[in-house]
Antibody, heavy 121, light 105 residues
């Protein structure tokens, strides 16, 4: 059974850093791209970024609002994807979801339950 | 790529036919998915590749495409279908539409 579990969400002050984890099981992690999506309170879904599968180079892409501040990485030995968030802003407050690509395509059936990040002084 | 989704809210009754539209700012071929989201839950995949019905999704849901305009149709809306719906293009990176909340009239 495919499972994705996000963790690491917390209350953090503006300007600080936080790292989220997406711990997975039930599939060969390295063979799949992973995406991070966020949802601010009462708002819609926003793509944060993704990391391609290891056979595809493990390269990353990011949304305009997080470029230069957020970094996605992966540890295939642990089946975990990470979202390193630096220079956090109040507008980064959101529930952060990870999801697994469908094969080599970045839509997803499999999502985690989300983890809440609150940026506030 | 921008995805313009409309309407933002729909007030409907059980049994109604619902149509939600997403327009892409440029060609995305058929690289479009539709999701359903309920409060406090992760999105649920309904449609992929513009018109492919995900396994386990009721057949009252369907997707179609015409150029850069994509449509999600729900025939005979059921009580469980009151939710927010999002389109997502995956032709070039990822973009979500703004969402359509389907609420009870």
């Amino acid at each position: 059974e495919v499972q994705l579990v996000e963790s690491g969400g917390d209350l953090v002050q503006p300007g600080r850093s936080l790292r989220l984890s997406c711990t997975t099981s039930g599939f060969t992690f390295g063979d799949y791209g992973m995406t991070w999506v966020r949802q601010a309170p009462g708002k819609g879904l926003e793509w944060v970024g993704f990391i391609r599968s290891t056979p595809s180079g493990g390269t990353t892409e990011y949304g305009a609002s997080v470029i230069g501040r957020f970094t996605i990485s992966r540890d295939d030995s642990k089946s975990v994807a990470y979202l390193q968030m630096n220079s956090l802003k109040t507008e980064d407050t959101a529930v952060y979801y990870c999801n697994r690509w469908h094969g080599s395509v970045s839509y997803s059936y499999f999502w985690g339950q989300g983890t809440l990040v609150t940026v506030s002084s | 790529i921008q995805m313009t989704q409309s309407p933002s809210t729909l007030s409907v009754s059980v049994g109604d036919r619902v149509t939600i539209t997403c327009r892409a700012s440029q060609s995305i071929t058929s690289s479009l998915a539709w999701y359903q989201q309920k409060p406090g839950k992760a999105p649920k995949l309904l449609i992929y590749k513009a018109s492919g019905l995900e396994s386990g999704v009721p057949s009252r849901f369907s997707g179609s495409a015409s150029g850069t305009e994509f449509t999600l149709t729900i025939n005979s809306l059921q009580p469980d279908d009151f939710a927010t719906y999002y389109c997502q293009q995956y032709h070039n990176l990822v973009t979500f539409g703004g969402g359509t909340k389907v609420e009870i009239k």
